[in-house]
């Protein structure tokens, strides 16, 4: 029997970006609302209160961002670091809390049965240095560092699906030939945040273990089928991961309130199964953090629709909508992307 285990960190609902902004506490409510009626032997849910070392944040980010962060506990209000990102006197700890979970996340999660964090603050966009794009601590970096210093494992592929390039993640890891970043979205020309072209692939050793590939304008599950297919699959295939974490962002869904690509619901259940059957091919476990998705009312959905293929769901599910085409754009892209790539990986 195949599990998914979801754990919310406690202060998830109580961290804030301020009014009427897109990545609110009801994001986490309307999953959990969901979840909790989904309990049984293939749905746990748990909330955990417990923090990291202050040296767990260091393996990423810098002392002085961390006091940064830190001394927002005690602004009264919200603190804004930039147009878009903001503390209240809650967002330290649940920070905190989130990091938390994602080390226990890829510690704890086993073959057959993977950890869902479900948390806020996100954490892609968070660089060494700076709090952005609703991210204050990089959660998937912060426990792909500590996993790899523990020596829990070697060799960690990170898969992040949201609408937006994770560019905190691949900063963090540019040099790094030990992680392997992968990121699908939306055409940096004409999205946050501006990069994530598809020859921005890594630094000195870890050159070639950044990849991202930049989708055009309403992009669907077709367009993620041909990036799987033709880059994501025979990269790590060749990279040979022990760990796969999963940068899971709902805003690549077509009715995402800030997105511009065009995802479908069943589309999600493609990315789940593409992703179920890496792990299968691989035998290695698999952790899922949450990251954007701003459609509240059908957020549940998407993520029930994802997860499906984790705990044998929709098994019988044949491939993606024949009607959705792949988009001329999307060829294109992969075509650079093989070009700058091929020095590095057999494609
Ligand atoms: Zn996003």
């Not at 049984?40 to 961390?66: A, C, F, N, W």
């Not at 070697?154 to 890891?173: C, M, S, V």
Request: charged share 20%; hydrophobic share 35%.
């Amino acid at each position: 029997m195949n599990s998914i285990r979801f754990i919310s960190n406690a202060l998830a609902k109580k961290h804030s970006n301020g009014r009427f902004h897109p990545e609110s506490p009801q994001r986490i409510e309307m999953i959990e609302n969901w979840v909790t009626t989904r309990l049984g032997d293939s749905i746990s849910y748990e909330i955990s209160d417990k923090m990291p070392e202050k040296e767990d944040i260091l393996s990423v980010h810098t002392e002085d961002y961390y006091h940064l962060i830190e001394k927002t506990r005690n602004y009264e209000g919200h603190f804004y670091f930039d147009a878009d990102t903001a503390a209240n006197s809650y967002s330290y700890e649940a920070a905190m809390q989130a990091v938390q979970i994602g080390i226990q996340a890829t510690f704890e999660s086993t073959r057959n049965s993977s950890i869902f964090c479900l948390v806020r603050p996100p954490g892609h966009h968070a660089t060494q240095h700076s709090p952005q794009g609703f991210c204050i601590f990089n959660n998937i970096a912060i426990s792909s560092q500590i996993a790899l210093h523990k020596k829990k494992y070697q060799r960690i592929a990170i898969l992040d699906f949201d609408h937006h390039f994770g560019n905190g993640t691949a900063y963090i890891n540019e040099s790094n030939p030990n992680i392997l970043y992968i990121s699908t979205h939306a055409d940096p020309r004409i999205s946050y945040p501006g990069c994530g072209f598809s020859d921005e692939i890594g630094f000195g050793e870890g050159r070639g273990f950044n990849v991202p590939i930049p989708l055009g304008y309403r992009a669907s599950e077709a367009d993620l089928e041909l990036c799987f297919e033709t880059i994501i699959n025979p990269i790590i295939e060749q990279f040979k991961p022990n760990f796969l974490a999963l940068s899971a962002g709902f805003d690549a869904f077509e009715r995402d309130p800030i997105g511009i690509l065009g995802v479908s619901i069943e589309g999600f259940t493609y990315i789940g199964k593409a992703i179920k059957e890496i792990t299968d091919d691989h035998q290695i476990p698999c952790a899922h953090f949450l990251e954007g998705g701003y459609n509240l009312n059908l957020l549940p959905e998407l993520v029930s629709a994802y997860i499906s293929p984790f705990i044998n769901e929709n098994d019988q599910m044949e491939g993606i909508n024949p009607a959705l085409q792949v988009k001329e754009e999307t060829k294109t892209t992969i075509q650079s992307s093989k070009r700058v790539l091929s020095e590095y990986w057999s494609l």
